[in-house]
C-alpha cells in the first residue's frame, strides 16, 4: 500500500485501512492539503474492495483528518502545525447554536428485568460497602468495555467510580491543589465552572472557534490543566477537529500539563468508528478520561466514572484515596451487569442506528 506498504488482513480491513491510512497523515508522509489517491488505485495497493476503501475515507472524513471535495477527491486537513488564531469568519456565534439533546431512553423494561435478577442472585450482597474506588465488578466492566469501544485501555486501578460528574470534578481538584489553575471552552457547560470556583481554583476560560479552543488563547494560556469536552462541547455543540486534539496534546505534553477529557455523550456518535480519544492519542501519560451514565442509561443514576493516567494512580491513593465511594453498592452492580450481558451496548447501538435513520 502507498507509504507503508500493505494491510494486514487479520483485523477489519477497513479500519486497518484507516489506521493505516491516518498514521501517515500525523506522521506528515501524506501533508497538509495532498490528494490521496482515488478509491480504486488506493484499493489496487491495499489489495482490499474498492468500498472497503470508500469506508475508511468516510472516517476519516469524519474524524476530520481528510475532507472530500466534489468531483475532485479526498484531501488531507489534518496539519500538525494548526495552531493560528481564527479569522473573523471562522468565529463562531454562540448564540445560533442550538445542542439537540435526542430521546435516549434506555428501556425500562431491560432495567426492571436486571434488578430483579440482581435482588435474587446477589441478595445481600448490595447493602456491603464498596471499595473506595467503587466495585471491582464495574471497574472491570467499564475498563473492558472502554479497551473493546474507545481503545482506552487501563488498569483496574486506574478507574474511579463517583456519583456524577462534579463529584469526580472536586476530586481532581483534591488530587492536584487549590493552586491549579483550570483552564475551560468558552462557552461550556456551566456547573463545570462553578464546581471549580466553588473548589478555590482559578479558571482561565478560553473561546472557542469552529473547530475547537482558538489557537492563541491556548498558546497564552498559563493553565495546568485544560478540560475540554472533543467530541461535543455544550452548549455549543462544537467538536474538536483531528488537527485540535493533535494541538491539544502537544500543548500539555510540551509543558508537564494535564488534559481532562470529557467525553459525554460520544457513545452516540453516528460515525461507524467512534471518535479517537485524546487518552488514546497521548504518548505523555497525561490525560485523565471521563464520562457518566447520564445520558446512556439515566440522569437519575448519578454514575460516573474517571480513568487517570497510570502516574496519577499512587498520588490519587496517598492524597485522597481515603475518600468513600458515593454511589450505592446495587446500582454499582447494575451497571455493570448491563455492560457484562451486553443490554448496554445494545441499547446504544440502537439509538446510533436511529440516528442515522433519521440523519442526525
Not at 435526542?102 to 431491560?110: A, G, H, M, N, R
Not at 471499595?131 to 473493546?148: H, M, P, Q, S, V
Not at 467538536?239 to 485540535?244: C, H, I, M, Q
Request: glycine share 6%; charged share 30%; net charge neutral.
Amino acid at each position: 500500500m502507498s507509504k507503508a506498504g500493505t494491510i494486514d488482513h487479520s483485523q477489519p480491513l477497513y479500519i486497518k485501512v484507516y489506521e493505516h491510512i491516518k498514521e501517515n497523515i500525523v506522521a506528515g508522509a501524506y501533508p497538509y492539503g495532498h490528494r490521496l489517491p482515488s478509491k480504486r488505485i488506493m484499493a489496487e495497493e491495499a489489495k482490499v474492495s474498492i468500498i472497503t476503501v470508500k469506508h475508511a475515507y468516510e472516517l476519516l472524513c469524519d474524524e476530520g483528518y481528510v475532507e472530500s471535495r466534489e468531483r475532485s477527491g479526498y484531501y488531507v486537513a489534518f496539519r500538525e502545525e494548526d495552531g493560528f488564531a481564527c479569522s473573523e469568519k471562522e468565529m463562531i456565534s454562540h448564540t445560533h447554536h442550538r445542542h439537540q439533546m435526542p430521546e435516549l431512553s434506555f428501556p425500562f423494561s431491560v432495567l426492571a428485568r436486571t434488578m430483579r435478577r440482581i435482588l435474587t442472585e446477589y441478595g445481600e450482597q448490595v447493602f456491603e460497602k464498596s471499595t473506595n474506588k467503587g466495585c471491582a465488578l464495574l471497574r472491570d466492566e467499564i475498563r473492558k468495555y472502554l479497551g473493546r469501544n474507545r481503545s482506552v485501555y487501563a488498569d483496574i486501578e486506574q478507574i474511579i467510580i463517583g456519583s456524577g460528574a462534579e463529584y469526580l470534578y472536586n476530586l481532581i481538584v483534591g488530587l492536584f491543589g487549590t493552586d491549579t489553575v483550570f483552564a475551560l471552552e468558552y462557552p461550556s457547560y456551566e456547573k463545570i465552572e462553578k464546581v471549580y470556583r466553588a473548589a478555590g481554583v482559578q479558571v482561565e476560560k478560553l473561546p472557542l472557534g469552529e473547530n475547537g479552543i482558538e489557537s492563541n488563547a491556548l498558546s497564552s494560556s498559563n493553565a495546568d490543566v485544560l478540560h475540554v469536552s472533543p467530541y461535543r462541547s455544550f452548549p455549543s455543540g462544537i467538536t474538536a477537529s483531528a488537527s485540535k486534539k493533535h494541538e491539544y496534546i502537544r500543548w500539555a505534553g510540551r509543558y508537564g500539563r494535564y488534559i481532562i477529557e470529557d467525553d459525554f455523550e460520544s457513545e452516540f456518535s453516528v460515525s461507524r468508528k467512534p471518535e479517537d480519544t485524546m487518552f488514546e492519542l497521548s504518548e505523555h501519560d497525561n490525560v485523565i478520561y471521563m464520562n457518566t451514565f447520564s445520558k446512556t442509561i439515566s440522569e437519575s443514576l448519578r454514575v460516573g466514572y474517571m480513568v487517570l493516567p497510570k502516574r496519577l494512580v499512587q498520588k490519587f491513593d496517598m492524597d485522597i484515596g481515603f475518600y468513600s465511594c458515593t454511589v450505592p453498592t446495587f446500582e454499582q452492580i447494575l451497571i455493570a451487569e448491563l455492560i457484562r450481558n451486553g443490554d448496554f451496548e445494545r441499547h446504544i447501538n440502537r439509538v446510533r442506528r436511529r440516528k442515522r435513520r433519521d440523519g442526525e
